[in-house]
């Protein structure tokens, strides 16, 4: 069973930087894509960014250029580094995970649906 824990989450007023990081228990595979969830209670988790084995990441629109995401792999470590906050970012924040097999084709989208493994989320409040 793998587990994720998220932290870094806190309040911040618009224009403000957080950095959110993530912990995993363990890696089940060298092949993985990991990424960073957002939910507002009522209403579905939309993807923020995704990163795989790989190294290539993917973002989601609204955060491109303001959010960077990262791994440390010596720390089983992945990071979202999130900048020039806006009251709109205010969320719940996950961590999610899912690892493959030796000849499995990575999929790295920014779905929900595509990852097996969650973390129990860090708040994120940004004030204007």
């Known amino acids: 069973q793998v587990q994720l824990v998220e932290s870094g989450g806190g309040s911040v007023q618009a224009g403000g930087s957080l950095r959110l990081s993530c912990v995993v228990s363990r890696y089940t595979s060298g092949r993985y894509c990991m990424g960073w969830f957002r939910q507002v209670p009522g209403k579905e988790r939309e993807g923020v960014a995704t990163m795989d084995s790989a190294g290539v990441t993917t973002y989601a629109d609204f955060v491109k250029g303001r959010f960077t995401i990262s791994q440390d792999n010596a720390k089983n470590t992945l990071s979202l580094q999130m900048s020039s906050l806006e009251p709109d970012d205010t969320d719940m924040y996950y961590c999610?995970?899912?690892?493959?097999?030796?000849?499995?084709?990575?999929?790295?989208?920014?779905?929900?649906?595509?990852?097996?493994?969650w973390g129990q989320g860090t708040q994120v409040t940004v004030s204007s």
């Open positions: 999610a995970a899912r690892f493959y097999g030796l000849w499995d084709w990575i999929q790295c989208p920014l779905a929900e649906a595509k990852f097996s493994s």
